[in-house]
């Protein structure tokens, strides 16, 4: 039976990627070029160092290491501008009555989170103290597709790997997720999450139920 349940921040509990995005096309522009939503779609689930890489290879613009931390460290400031005025109804539909329903039926929670600034937002939205343990981007060291954020969220709350969901939004951590021998499920667009093992368009309306439906991974 499954015993915990992991999730995403970025597209799965909030919609921080317009954010991310519009702080992302900031930097593009201060450099002289433009960043497009569909280049952006690029950088699900990559971690900032990683995603800034990708746009300056966009842009053709060369930086030294130093030049690349003070920049993600400019691009974080102005995210943060955002993530400062955030509160409780940047939580997307039926997330925090899914989870108040897993936690009831004694669900573990577990963030799994490329984000730096997942404890902020969570803070912000009100739903931090939901969460049985929090892996972000500062107790990484690998990015998805790399399993490592899930294999340490399992860990925290001692819960074999394929006794876990992992809600993702993202094909990366959809890949993440199934590397660490753990059921997928895409939260989004069937087409785009294919791979995953199970694909629904949101939260609305799921609870414990559609837990107890899905079979543990052999």
Known sequence: MIQACLFDLDGVIVDTAKYHFQAWRK??????????????????????????????DIGGVSKTEQ???????????????????????????????????????HIKIVLGSASKNAVKILEKIKLIGLFDAIIDGTKTTRSKPDPQVFLMGAKAVEIPNEFCVVFE??????????????????????QVLSHADQVIEGFD???????????VKA
């Not at 201060?30 to 900032?48: A, C, H, I, W, Y």
């Not at 309306?205 to 079979?215: P, Q």
Request: hydrophobic share 40%.
């Open 169 to 190: 939004d993202a094909p990366k951590g959809v890949q993440a997720a199934q590397a660490a021998n753990m059921y997928a499920v895409g939260v989004g667009e069937a």
């Open 67 to 105: 030049e690349i931390l003070e920049l993600a460290e400019k691009k974080n400031e102005d995210y943060l501008h955002f993530v400062n005025q955030m509160d409780q109804k940047e939580i997307l539909p039926g997330v925090e009555s899914f989870i108040q329903d897993l936690r009831a039926n």
């Open 205 to 215: 309306g799921l609870d414990y139920g559609f837990i107890k439906s899905i079979s």
């Open 27 to 56: 930097l593009a522009n201060d450099l002289g070029f433009d960043f497009t939503p569909e280049q952006n779609e690029m950088l699900k689930g990559v971690s900032r160092i990683e995603s800034l890489k990708l746009i300056l």
